[in-house]
């Protein structure tokens, strides 16, 4: 079976569905599909390179012909519902997150760092400051979100792919300029059985 990384469905047209294939950071996917026919027939995106690994599939709130996915070759845009696409960044991407304009979107890169987007997704920076102040042999997959209701506010959660457990959760009050270097984690009365490991042994998976 052809194991999926990232769905989305369209919000105006639920017929029409994006497949990301193949499980981050792994392999074994054949691209993006799209359905226009609610999932009757499929047919392959135009990427370039074709990933082989998707970790997210994104229609934001603030523009609805917009596609972006998340992979092993970087970052795929679509500004005409998937009919076209175009590389916006090169660097493996474990997660995509944007705000509710779209004037601030942020990226986790795999094992490395965070880069962050101010013209809805078309180029996007690298945090050098963050990589700095990241072991490199530890980090793993970076998660990220960015809350619906305050756009200046933003989490990303780091995996150690050495203990396969949280290495660090950062918090940012100001779109991702600055990211406070406390960290964060649930407390252990709100994790499923008491569990501080709340990756479940997955700090390079999830």
Not at 137 to 153: K, T
Not at 155 to 163: F, H, L, S, T, W
Request: charged letters at 15%; hydrophobic letters at 35%.
């Amino acid at each position: 079976s052809l194991e999926i990384g990232g769905v989305a469905v369209h919000p105006d047209d639920p017929d029409i569905i994006f497949v990301g294939t193949g499980e981050y950071p792994g392999s074994g996917g054949t691209g993006v599909y799209r359905t226009t026919n609610g999932g009757l027939n499929w047919k392959l995106m135009p990427l370039s390179p074709t990933p082989v690994s998707v970790s997210k599939m994104l229609i934001p709130p603030w523009g609805h012909s917009f596609v972006f996915a998340a992979t092993n070759e970087g970052i795929f845009r679509s500004t005409d519902t998937g009919e076209t696409w175009k590389r916006v960044s090169m660097s493996p991407t474990s997660d995509l997150a944007t705000s509710t304009t779209g004037g601030f979107m942020l990226a986790g890169l795999q094992n490395f760092t965070t880069a962050r987007s101010t013209n809805l997704g078309e180029s996007w920076k690298t945090d050098w400051d963050l990589q700095n102040g990241l072991p490199e042999e530890v980090v793993g997959r970076i998660s990220v979100a960015i809350s619906p209701s305050d756009s200046a506010r933003a989490y990303i959660q780091v995996g150690d792919r050495e203990k396969d457990k949280v290495y660090v959760v950062l918090k940012s009050t100001n779109a991702g300029l600055f990211w406070w270097s406390g960290i964060i984690t649930p407390p252990v009365t709100a994790l499923s059985g008491g569990k501080t490991n709340y990756l479940g042994q997955q700090g390079t998976n999830n």
